[in-house]
């Protein structure tokens, strides 16, 4: 079993609908997650991060956690074609945060 | 303010030869990492650095590479007599703690070997 898997899509929704990334880690260890983006050639940036049970807002954004399903989700309301990119799921174990390990990424595609 | 810089950007090798990689982290981080992705795989973790020092390097191959921070300059991340599967996007990250979770990636340095 994989350690962190993502549905690799390409998951396309239309301008202003809800986008729903799904995420699943094996290690029931796993005490931080993270949602990055990445635009095709450029850096993964950070945009959310959550460590409890429960739904976490940010902006447009929201993770949910379920550490006894060992499911992490964002969803993306209001998407826009500018969120089209691939979002990649990091989890990690705890201690320190750097040590992360990554899903393969889902690509999202916005269509105006 | 500059993000994380890396350079090159893109390399090729030839098999046999050696790849050197460049990071500098954003200003005011003293906390360095490198991060690999292969083909079709998620970023892996390669090693964690601090000024002229290794931290953790557990997911470094154990033979061919080596990565430093030292006091002035930027980190580099060295692959010796390289090999056709060192193809990939090699990706260096800063943080001003280590715990705080949150990387700052650089756009990352596309190795490929022929």
């Known amino acids: ?112 | 303010n500059a993000g994380v810089m890396q350079n090159p950007r893109h390399l090729v090798r030839r098999r046999g030869q050696e790849a050197r990689l460049r990071c500098s982290p954003m200003k005011g981080h003293s906390h360095v990492y490198w991060y690999r992705q292969l083909p079709e795989e998620g970023l892996k973790f390669m090693v964690y650095l601090q000024k002229e020092n290794i931290i953790d390097e557990s997911g470094m191959p154990k033979e061919r590479f080596s990565a430093e921070f030292p006091k002035e300059g930027p980190s580099i991340l060295r692959i010796q007599q390289v090999v056709r599967g060192d193809s990939a996007a090699y990706f260096c990250a800063s943080s001003f703690d280590r715990n705080t979770g949150e990387l700052f990636f650089g756009e990352g340095s596309r190795l490929t070997v022929l």
Do not use: H
Request: glycine share 8%; charged share 20%.
């Open chain 1, 1 to 112: 079993q994989k350690e962190v898997e993502q549905n690799s899509g390409p998951l396309s929704v239309p301008e202003g609908a809800i986008a729903s990334l799904n995420c699943t880690y094996s290690d029931r260890g796993s005490q931080s997650f993270f949602w990055y983006r990445q635009y095709s050639g450029k850096s993964p940036e950070l945009i959310m991060s959550i460590y409890s049970n429960g739904d976490k807002e940010d902006g447009r954004f929201t993770a949910q956690l379920n550490k006894a399903s060992q499911y992490v989700s964002l969803l993306i309301r209001d998407s826009q074609p500018s969120d089209s990119a691939t979002y990649l799921c990091a989890v990690n174990r705890g201690g320190s945060n750097y040590k992360l390990t990554f899903g393969k990424g889902t690509l999202l595609t916005v269509n105006p």
